[in-house]
Structures are given as C-alpha cells and as structure tokens.
C-alpha cells in the first residue's frame, strides 16, 4: 500500500504547488504555452482538437479557443455509465466560445451537447491532457480517476494507427524527477510547459528533453 499512499502525497504537494501561482503567472503560463503549442509538430497536422476546462490550477488551455485558426475544438464529458462506449469512460463535445455548458458531478463544465457534436476519442487528431504531474520521460501523473486511462485503454492495443496522438500541458513547477510507470500507463509525446517542450526520449532518440 506504500506506493499508493506516495502517489497520494505527490499528488497533494503538487496540487499545492500549482494552487500557489498568482492569477498573473497563470495567464503568462497559458500565454506561453499556448505560442509553444502553436508551433508543434501535432498541433499544426490536427484538423480536430480536444482540450480541457481547467480545474484547481491546471494550466488554463481557453485560449487556443479563441486562435483555433480553423480547427475544430471538443471538450471531454462524462457519459452516464449506461452507455454502449463502456463506464467511466470520456466521450468529446464539440465546442465554441459561447457555447452552453453546465457543470458536471465534478463540478467542472461541460458542453450541453447531443448527436453529431459527440464524438469517441478515435475520432480526433490530438487530445490536450490536463495532469497532476510528470517527468522529462513524459509519463503522466493523474488525478487518480482513471478517465483518461480508460478512455486511451485501446491504443495500448495499437501498433502503427494511433488516433488521437497525446500531448500534456503544465506549469513546469509540475515536474517530478521520476513517475514509475504503470501496465495501463500510456506515455504522452510531449509536456508542454511555460519553459519548454520535454519531448518523449524514444521519439529524440536520446534520453534528455527536447527544446523548444
């Protein structure tokens, strides 16, 4: 049970952590991330794009909505659990500033969004991961849910098709120096923070971080 109770702790201190940065910081970080994520590869060949509502200091992704320059922008849901797609597992809405939304039992907004504007995860080019933590080999800290996993559990199942590609977004003061990863773990291609782009090692071919 240890290291469920560490993951635990790391995940209250890095919470703490990103709750700490002044509304001003939070919108230099979604500033800078945002002119970073312009520039990436993944960015510039997706076509449909889903991000996230930030929560409890998460690096706020809104402004991309605002320059999605073309591009079609969906936001993740909770479906009822009844669903044919499977329990406790995301489904995307797509979404335009202005659009109605009521929160979620999480208390965090989601679209009101029914028929052709729902989509499955294998539908979209790039997914915009909100996480608690992560480390220069971009594996991913969550909030311990397991939405995400469950959602991205059949690419572990892929081997050269893989819908939507994955890209995490932080505040750097995020980055741990070690995430052990899990079976159902699936790496990010990058993180992106206010600083840098860590890009995965095996896609750089070396074991350090990728700059941007």
Not at 28 to 52: D, E, M, P, S
Not at 107 to 127: K, M, Q, V, Y
Not at 136 to 163: E, I, Q, V
Request: aromatic content about 8%.
């Amino acid at each position: 049970m240890q290291p469920q109770r560490s993951s635990q702790t790391q995940r209250r201190e890095l919470r703490a952590a990103r709750r700490q940065l002044s509304p001003r910081q939070q919108r230099q970080h979604a500033a800078r991330v945002t002119q970073r994520l312009w520039h990436h590869r993944l960015y510039l060949r997706a076509r449909r794009i889903a991000l996230y509502w930030p929560t409890d200091g998460e690096l706020d992704p809104r402004p991309l909505l605002t320059h999605a320059r073309g591009k079609a922008c969906y936001l993740p849901i909770l479906r009822p659990r009844n669903t044919p797609w499977g329990r406790g597992k995301l489904w995307f809405a797509r979404f335009r500033p202005g659009d109605r939304m009521r929160p979620n039992r999480f208390g965090i907004p989601e679209p009101i969004a029914r028929g052709r504007r729902l989509t499955l995860p294998w539908n979209l080019d790039l997914l915009l991961m909100p996480l608690v933590g992560f480390d220069t080999d971009c594996h991913r800290l969550g909030m311990g849910g397991g939405f995400y996993d469950r959602t991205l559990a059949y690419l572990r199942l892929r081997r050269s098709w893989r819908r939507p590609r994955l890209l995490g977004l932080a505040h750097d003061c995020q980055r741990i120096e070690r995430i052990e990863p899990r079976p159902w773990d699936i790496p990010l291609e990058s993180v992106i923070t206010e600083c840098r782009v860590y890009d995965q090692p095996r896609l750089t071919g070396g074991s350090a971080p990728a700059f941007i």
